[in-house]
């Protein structure tokens, strides 16, 4: 359903609301609100609700609203929609619930879902199973309930809202942070217009700065592709809050990799490849509304801080440890700067404690605050909390804003107070600071959420929007096969993979012979057996004939056979690369640390294909073994490029096949020194299809 289509339900003229008790509410919150158009009630009894005249039918209303609130049974819904389409009517907001939500034992759900999209025709429907929209720029409430937002004022901007919980949507708009709204939407159902859809409406509308998505599913990841692209042309940033993060990974068939890049991980990895942040938290969420709202994406991830307590700097520095938002150190020039307009007992750093000494002089805090903001920081940020107002007096803190918005200024910095404690800034101070160009954010953990999703969304806006993905497996035809590691090693080589030469028999005589001819030392392994170093089908480092006889006798019946492999020496690292199929995304790249205790570290990164070699290498870099790779402690430094070589081939592979490999499962991948390779130790796959 094109976005563009929903134009009259973010700017009605004229409402129709059908139903009773959640009807009558519809209109009285539009009343509140003062919206300025015509509201038509409909209903077989009454004559009048709230004062307004009330229509028997459809087809007794005065015209074709721009909009309609259905709040009447599941039943009743079907025939009123398709009334509305008939007569031409913009949108309607399906409020019932016993559709496609109710789940396997209400038979009918499902049906009734079907029939609706069908009443609805070209017709946008927004849910059913939810509450509708609340248009805080219009005062057009298509609403069954109250609320705790303010109507905009005429030449005021603010963010929009969509969730898939009803109350979810009730309890933001109750926040006393002082974030504007625009819009608030309830996406229900989805049954006909999706979320992206809704959300690309709302962008653009010229009054809406920013977007926050709460996510319960991805529907379809292409129209979310378009909604990112959309979302950078307009310039307006993205927040989601997906759920979901605590459900189990999906149950594996072989592999580590199906328990490691679970729905989660591969979610996690679309947003980023979107440029949308992710935060995971209702408090987050709206603060980095906040900050997007007044300031929009930074240009960059580095902060500076100021308080008059060494407490505070502590904090703030503290709350900065392993996050991608950092507080650089202060060059010896800068840190003269500031050194210059405090007195000698003040030691200067970043973050900076400015002690009480000068505390209430304005002009002081001007010329230090503009010393210290002049290191073009990403973001400048003053932490102050403000009195209770009930019971002491804030006209001291006052001086300390204006010092802060003077020095703001004076650099054209951007720049947020942020509380300690969320409550500590009076609600009625927000809209007065964020008119000073001052974002007020309330709470340092949540500040510091705000801060990296915007240096996020900036860093992901600066790089050219990511290639859309490959088809899932649910697209191919045939069969699941599971081939055994010799084979699966066989397809990996013939396409360019660097794969040990090796051999399969099935006594320990031709283990012997094949291990003299491929020189010692060798591994020998029993096929068949998915994770063999937990059933002990493992012998490596075997030097000699003996060795050999030794192990393939102890090996002998394990499996389906034996498997005999030029031992790789010399390796400096182990990785693993694995591929998952994900029905909503395609190809999904997990790399992290490899081994035995892969599980057990989680040391990982999951990545959507297709992926560029940056961003791969990128990838590598943030895994906490990288420094193995890169020579910890003397040790001998890992061949990085042909490990990049390595994985970029496995994901070409993967992408020439994909919706054909459902797994593949590279655990080890030998990393060896500088000039020595990679080699794959260990390959399992299940594949669908022919490969290609």
Known sequence: MASHKLDRLLRPKTIAVFGGLQATEVIKQSQKMGFAGEIWPVHPKHDEILGLKVYRSVADLPGSPDAAFVGVNRFLTLSIVRELREAGAG?????????????????????????????????PIIGPNCYGLINYCDGALLWPDQHGGRRLRPDERGVAIITQSSNIAINMTMQTRGLPIAHVMTAGNQAQTGLPDMAIALLEDERVTA??????????????????????????????????RSAQARAATISHTASLAGSDAASSAFLKRLGIARVNSIASFLETLKLLH??????????????????????????????????????????????????????VANPLDYHTFIWNNEPALTETFTAMVSGEFSLSCLVLDFPRKDRCSDVDWWSTVRGFENALKTNKAKGAIVASIPENIPEEYMAGLMEKGIAPLCGITEAFDAAEAAAFIGKAWKKPLAASMAMSANEIPGDMNTPDEAEAKAILKKAGLPVADGRCCTSSDEAVAIADHLGYPVALKALGIAHKSERN?????????????????????????????????????????????????????????????????????????????????????????????????????????????AIMGIAAFAMNNAGRITELDINPLLVCGTGHGVWIADALMVTKGELK
Do not use: W
């Not at 949108?91 to 109710?102: D, K, P």
């Not at 990841?221 to 692209?229: D, R, S, T, V, Y």
């Not at 089908?537 to 389906?560: E, K």
């Open 294 to 347: 007044v300031h929009g994406p930074l240009d960059g991830n580095t902060l500076c801080s100021m308080s008059c307590s060494g407490g505070e700097a502590s904090v703030m520095a503290d709350s900065a440890e392993g996050r991608d938002v950092v507080f650089p150190p202060l060059t010896p020039e800068h840190r003269a700067r500031v050194k210059s307009t405090l007195g000698p007992l003040v030691a």
């Open 91 to 123: 949108v309607a907001v399906c409020y019932a619930s016993g559709f496609l939500e109710a789940g396997a034992d209400d038979e009918d759900g499902a049906r009734l879902q079907g029939e609706l999209v069908e009443a609805a025709g070209d017709m």
């Open 537 to 645: 089908a493992v012998r490596l480092n075997l030097r000699d004939a003996d060795a050999v006889r030794s192990a393939a006798n102890d090996l002998a019946g394990l499996g389906s056979g034996l498997y005999v492999e030029r031992m790789v020496t010399g390796a400096v690292a182990e990785l693993i690369v694995g591929i998952t199929d994900d029905p909503q995304f395609g190809p999904v790249m997990t790399l992290g640390t490899g081994g035995v205790l892969v599980e057990l570290l989680q040391d990982t990164v999951t990545m959507l294909l297709p992926s560029s070699r940056e961003d791969t290498g990128a990838a590598l870099r943030a895994l906490r073994m990288f420094p193995l790779l890169n020579g910890y402690r003397g040790k001998p430094q890992a061949d990085l490029e042909a490990a990049l070589d």
């Open 211 to 244: 977007l926050g998505l709460h996510i319960e599913a991805f529907q379809s990841a292409a129209k979310f592709e378009a909604l990112a692209k959309r979302a950078r042309e307009l310039g307006k940033p993205i927040v989601a809050m997906k759920v979901g």
